[in-house]
């Protein structure tokens, strides 16, 4: 089963900011907190990633609480082109570590 | 391109054919993977392999059959499909012990079984 738990569908305005939450109460100390989307059909694509600090790059903002059980990614500027599913996922950084995906959330961008 | 091609996109097969699929990557990395994505549904993990041995065969019947010949390609065999067999199939690869990006995916293969 996956780590984590999303709610399966948002809906956000173009333009505005989309705030998409996820849970992982059982995340461990060694564990990063990923967030991949796949848009219609085409495979997953990595967004971000951290460990217990908050990250930013040129996608997207990530929130972890201090406590590490839950976490928010940020797309500052939603387009249409962000519609697309999001998946939360934690994992350990060796190859052996292995990857569980749950639904994700679907995310719509309206005009 | 990410760096994980898949070949073929799409492939359309009889119950009694068999075909493969390929996955190759040149990013360095030592770990590969096959998912599966049905319709609606997530991403199912299917095989992992490590430094070419295999790690994970997440109880995947027998009618598919992966290979690793080196650590910059992986096949999947398939023979005897069903139907239900037809989804998205996905290969990634990542890096021991490297955060960024995690996993890499290629676009995957469109399989129908007919």
């Known amino acids: 089963d996956a780590k984590t738990t999303q709610p399966p569908s948002m809906d956000c305005a173009e333009g505005r900011a989309a705030n998409l939450p996820c849970n992982h109460s059982t995340i461990s100390g060694n564990e990063y907190v990923y967030w991949y989307r796949q848009i219609h059909s085409q495979g997953p694509q990595y967004i971000i990633h951290?460990?217990?600090n908050n990250e930013t790059n040129e996608m997207a903002s990530l929130i972890i609480t201090e406590d590490r059980k839950s976490s928010t990614l940020i797309l500052p500027h939603a387009t249409l082109r962000d519609t697309a599913v999001y998946y939360c996922i934690v994992r350990g950084i060796t190859s052996y570590d292995k990857v569980i995906f749950g639904p994700g959330t679907s995310l719509s961008v309206i005009p | 391109e990410t760096g994980v091609t898949q070949t073929p996109r799409h492939l359309v097969m009889g119950m009694t054919n068999k075909k493969s699929l390929k996955c190759e990557q040149h990013l360095g990395h030592n770990a590969m993977y096959w998912y599966k994505q049905s319709a609606k549904k997530p991403l199912e993990l299917m095989f992992v392999?490590?430094?070419?041995?295999?790690?994970e065969n997440n109880s995947v019947p027998s009618r598919f059959s992966p290979e690793c010949p080196n650590s910059s390609h992986l096949f999947l065999h398939l023979h005897t499909l069903q139907p239900e067999d037809s989804a998205l199939y996905l290969c990634a690869s990542s890096q021991d012990r490297s955060q960024t990006p995690g996993y890499t995916f290629g676009s995957g293969t469109r399989l129908t079984v007919v």
């Open positions: 392999y490590n430094f070419k041995e295999q790690t």
């Open positions: 951290g460990l217990k």
